[in-house]
């Protein structure tokens, strides 16, 4: 082949020996090739190499790139779960029924939340700790007994044990009781707690009221509670007493209430039977009480419902039985409540000296003793009477067997 500089047909441009004809033509117009170089492939032109920044190169900004994608990952699944979890927390629980649950004093939270799940009230011990944590209240669940409502969710019955509403259970101590009578019933009731205290507190000296307690309190707790309550109010009521009755102290006005708390059950009767009493005491009689006869014989524990009260028992000089002492005996017979302590402290101003039942309920007041005496007469009958009609009802009772 010629090294001689050829010219291009029709440009007049030398073609240097080897170059392609066709790239070297700058008018476009094709230039034949030979075989051999139409069978040649093109060069083409080589892409630039794209180089990365030497800094993405460095593995710490590497390893920093895959904690911060993980911290990302790490966030959305936590709130995911934290959103999952609180509609978990306020839905509606499992309890199908109300019942009642038991927080002991000292019980932690762990506790609880594992005591609740057993009893299938929660569905989840974990989310109801959690729960009670994110709002504060993990230190502030109350002791107690609470009413878990059905289908409570976890929030409710967290508000319902951080408020403290439990369950409250009464006791009563009625009117007229004993305290012995009163710890009877204190000892047997299955929802307080603890040994009875080894002493009793004197005669009359309980309040006789309704007490609220919750289900696991000491007995020695109420027990003292009772007692303060009593003594304030007989303190109370002593101080607002009229003046000039014949009365030595406040264990005598505590005794004239107790008895008059014994002699009716009428709320409107007892200061017109506080005015006897205090008119007989005024006066040196002495006040013949029944209720003293029971109390001097049969002491605290009462006078069995069936046994009436003989003669013999009348005439027993115990020192309670006023129809043998002069004045009060030497303590209260039973416990009196406000009505009747408030009835001795202002009693009814009257010249009636004797009372008897009269077969309603109530009584038959009089000023003389021969007045009193028909209305004794007239409280046989009705009484003979009743015992004909309770003997004929028996007999009937039996022929029918």
């Known amino acids: 082949m010629s090294d001689k500089i050829q010219f291009g047909r029709g440009n007049g441009k030398p073609v240097v020996p080897g170059a392609d004809p066709v790239a070297s033509d700058t008018g476009g117009r094709p230039i034949p090739r030979s075989a051999s170089q139409a069978l040649r492939p093109d060069g083409g032109v080589e892409p630039p ?56 004093p000292g019980s932690t939270l762990i506790q609880i939340a594992d005591g609740l799940e057993r009893r299938d009230m929660i569905t989840s011990a974990r989310i109801f700790e959690l729960g009670a944590r994110a709002h504060g209240n993990q230190d502030a669940f109350k002791a107690g007994e609470f009413e878990i409502t059905a289908g ?12 403290g509403v439990a369950i409250l259970h009464p006791l009563t101590i009625v009117e007229g009781t004993t305290v012995s009578q009163a710890f009877g019933r204190i000892a047997e009731n299955e929802l307080l707690a603890g040994d009875m205290p080894s002493d009793m507190p004197p005669e009359g000296m309980l309040i006789a009221d309704t007490q609220k307690f919750t289900r696991g309190t000491e007995r020695n707790d109420i027990i003292a509670r009772m007692i303060d309550q009593q003594e304030r109010l007989i303190a109370q009521i002593w101080e607002k007493r009229v003046p000039d009755l014949p ?23 007892r200061p017109r039977v506080a005015g006897v009493f205090v008119n007989r005491l005024e006066r040196g009689m002495r006040l013949q009480s029944d209720p003293t ?38 303590g209260p017979i039973a416990i009196p409540g406000r009505a009747s302590l408030e009835a001795v402290a202002n009693p009814a101003r009257t010249d009636e000296l004797y009372f008897v039942a009269d077969g309603t309920g109530g009584h038959a007041f009089a000023k003389t003793l021969d007045e009193h005496n028909a209305n004794v007469r007239r409280w ?21 067997d």
């Open 49 to 104: 190499k794209r180089r990365r920044a030497k800094a993405a190169r460095n593995q710490v900004v590497i390893f920093a790139n895959f904690l911060f994608t993980l911290l990302i990952l790490s966030m959305v699944a936590l709130g995911a779960a934290m959103y999952l979890g609180k509609l978990r927390f306020e839905q509606p629980g499992p309890l199908t029924a109300s019942s009642t649950y038991m927080v002991r």
């Open 293 to 330: 006869i029971i109390y001097g014989i049969f002491g605290g524990e009462g006078k069995p419902a069936d046994r009436p009260i003989y003669q013999s028992d009348i005439d027993n000089p115990t020192p309670y039985n006023t129809y043998q002492i002069d004045g009060l005996p030497p």
């Open 247 to 269: 009365l030595a102290d406040i264990n005598e006005f505590v005794t004239l209430a107790s008895i008059v708390e014994k002699e009716t059950a009428l709320a409107e009767e």
């Open 380 to 400: 046989r009958q009705i009484e003979a009477e009743r015992e004909a009609a309770r003997e004929e009802a028996a007999e009937g009772a039996t022929s029918q």
């Open 152 to 163: 409570a969710s976890m929030k409710q019955i967290m508000e319902t044990m951080v408020q």
